[in-house]
């Protein structure tokens, strides 16, 4: 069997166009591979033997006639399960869509696809995306391939585990409050959330929809940009996806970081458990050895950022999941009356956390509170919106940790909701603001458990953030 875990998109390409393996040969191994690894992890909900096989023979067809390959030919790929696609079950980490087969392809899955890639199957995630260590999925917690006995982040928790564990090139996730750059931290891979707008959200399951994210997961900078290039841009199926030309991510992430202007935000450092940030200053230091101008900034309105996230988030999730009442998409619990069914299958079909989130955002939206948490709420988003944009007056990027600490165990913050809240304080304000950000890893703790630097550019300009993640990657690498 072939290396899978040792794959890269480049080296995927240089292998197939010198004939070392077919495409055929990555499908079969990546599919062995992640059905062997599943059961130390439970990432994979469901395998995808026949869509991976097609997308390879398609593959295989074109080396064979010497054809330009598609920039990720048999790229091996993974997907969270709360993006849609078409023939292969989609649960969404919930009981209530147990049995849901989309009849479409999310935008992203058919870009990547049209790009060559193969999709091995669909990645395990906390329900409806609602969560910070994949524990409130209704099949089962997944474990964090880098310790065990911890959690691998949430809520693409999933996606982040089959990257670490390498059954997968590379992943999909989605993020709405941190979802793809504290799992990325948590099992030491490269986690990217683009600009608000970047990827289209269509065949995204919605959870709050001003804040969703679609991005990739990958094991180094590079791949991350490869993929994100092939997948963003205007969506006519998506009136919020944007028309920004898509720019040459992997030539501009390799110009010298040499000037650069870079702010390290106050508040993302009070408070911050020691180990992680020494961590990350040693980090910063790399990148002012490669000439970047660091600098000490503010963005005041961080410390609002918490109850702002769970009062839109949630308001816009009771919204969103009103649609699963039984009567289209899920299944169904029998009663008497049409009131008594709907209860019976939303009791049944939503688990805990859902079910919080649903009664909070719903009490927010309620005539007489509305003004006073909802539309409060959207004022002091547009302030941490506004943080941003004086910041970025200033700097370049911004460098911040993604978590206050580093992947904790199984169980540790079950019985505590808040505690679990708190894993995103640093991670929220990227979706309140819509700006481009992503995690690096950036090493150990003292413990052994990976840190992630989290990057944070203007909006659109992906391009800067991979650059500094590129430079410091390749630091360390060194
Ligand atoms: N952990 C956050 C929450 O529970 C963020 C989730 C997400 O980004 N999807 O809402």
Same mark, same amino acid.
């Given at each position: ?246 720019? %040459?991510?992997?030539? @501009?992430? =390799? !110009?010298?970081?040499?000037? +650069?202007?870079?702010?390290? #935000?106050?508040?993302? /450092? ?116 506004? %943080?941003?944009?004086? @910041?970025? =007056? !200033?700097?370049?990027?911004? +460098?911040?940790?993604?978590? #206050?600490?580093?992947? /904790? ?70």
């Amino acid at each position: 069997m072939m290396d899978v875990a040792g794959l890269t998109i480049s080296s995927i390409r240089a292998g197939l166009k010198a004939k070392k393996f077919s495409a055929k040969e990555i499908a079969t191994d990546a599919l062995a591979f992640a059905h062997s690894e599943n059961p130390k992890t439970n990432a994979y909900l469901t395998f995808a033997p026949e869509r991976a096989l097609q997308a390879a023979a398609k593959i295989d067809e074109a080396v064979a006639a010497g054809a330009e390959l598609p920039t990720l030919a048999g790229v091996p790929l993974g997907v969270k399960d709360v993006i849609v696609t078409r023939g292969i079950r989609t649960t969404c980490g919930s009981r209530m869509l147990d049995k849901y087969v989309p009849p479409y392809d999310a935008t992203a899955v058919t870009r990547l696809e049209e790009a060559g890639a193969m999709i091995v199957g669909k990645l395990n995630c906390d329900e409806f995306a609602m969560g910070s260590s994949n524990e409130n999925s209704a099949y089962g917690p997944v474990r964090n391939p880098r310790a065990l006995d911890r959690v691998p982040g949430g809520s693409s928790g999933g996606s982040a585990a089959a990257v670490a564990q390498g059954t997968a090139v590379v992943a999909l996730g989605s993020d709405t409050g941190g979802s793809i750059r504290q799992p990325a931290s948590f099992c030491g891979v490269v986690g990217v959330t683009p600009t608000y707008g970047r990827v289209s959200r269509y065949g995204l399951v919605a959870f709050a929809s001003s804040l969703d994210h679609i991005g990739p997961f990958a094991r180094n900078v590079e791949d991350a940009a490869t993929v994100l290039k092939a997948m963003a841009g205007r969506d006519q199926m998506d009136s919020t996806s944007a028309f920004a030309p898509v720019a %040459d991510y992997d030539v @501009a992430m =390799k !110009q010298p970081v040499k000037g +650069l202007k870079i702010g390290l #935000p106050k508040e993302y /450092f009070d408070g911050l458990n020691a180990e992680t940030g020494d961590v990350i200053h040693t980090a910063v230091d790399e990148l002012r050895k490669r000439g970047c101008e660091v600098h000490d900034i503010s963005l005041p309105n961080t410390k609002y950022a918490l109850s702002c996230y769970y009062i839109i988030a949630t308001a816009e999730a009771s919204s969103n999941l009103a649609r699963y009442d039984g009567v289209r998409y899920t299944i169904r619990k029998h009663g008497d009356t049409l009131a008594e069914m709907y209860r019976d299958t939303r009791g049944a079909g939503f688990g805990a956390e859902v079910k919080r989130r649903i009664m909070l955002g719903t009490y927010v939206l309620s005539a007489g509170y509305y003004d006073a948490f909802y539309r409060k709420a959207q004022q002091v988003r547009t302030l941490i919106a506004k %943080d941003f944009s004086e @910041a970025f =007056k !200033q700097v370049d990027a911004i +460098l911040a940790p993604v978590s #206050p600490f580093p992947a /904790f165990k199984i169980g540790e913050k079950m019985d505590d909701p808040l505690a679990m809240y708190l894993s995103d304080v640093y991670t929220l304000t990227g979706d309140l603001s819509g700006v481009p950000c992503m995690s690096v890893p950036c090493g150990l703790s003292p413990e052994g458990l990976p840190v992630g630097l989290q990057i944070f550019a203007r909006h659109f300009e992906e391009a800067t953030m991979f650059r500094v993640a590129y430079n410091y990657e390749q630091a360390t690498l060194a």
